[in-house]
């Protein structure tokens, strides 16, 4: 089970920081990302980060202002969101990740965290 949490409303510029809890369930050896789907439109990849913390990848909608980082001792992934925009209004999912050349994210996510820059 995921848990997402750090959702908001925020003014554009703003910041926000998101983790994702992963109660009951070791996430130390899985790659994670986070995807988010804006109401009537499909997920979009946002960011992933491998399982020992070496390597990102980024949307480029996100680069620059998304950084996606991860503490193993506390197995909890976070996405730093930084200088938002009201394009970047979406529901925001934690996942586990398939990580190789690219990246997609598995149906293990959590139930989602708002984030409205308004």
């Known amino acids: 089970q995921l848990v997402e949490s750090g959702g908001g409303l925020v003014q554009p510029g703003g910041s926000l920081r998101l983790s994702c809890l992963a109660p009951?369930?070791?996430?130390?050896?899985?790659?994670m990302g986070w995807v988010r789907q804006a109401p009537g439109k499909g997920f979009e990849r946002v960011a992933a980060?491998?399982?020992?913390?070496?390597?990102?990848a980024y949307a480029d909608s996100v680069k620059g202002r998304f950084t996606i980082s991860r503490d193993n001792a506390k197995n909890t992934p976070f996405l730093q969101m930084n200088r938002l925009k009201t394009e970047d209004t979406c529901m925001y999912y934690c996942?586990?990740?398939?990580?190789?050349?690219?990246?997609?994210?598995?149906?293990?996510r959590g139930q989602g965290t708002q984030v409205t820059v308004s």
């Open positions: 980060i491998s399982a020992s913390g070496d390597k990102t």
């Open positions: 009951g369930t070791d996430i130390r050896l899985s790659a």
């Open positions: 996942a586990r990740v398939i990580y190789g050349p690219t990246w997609s994210a598995t149906a293990d």
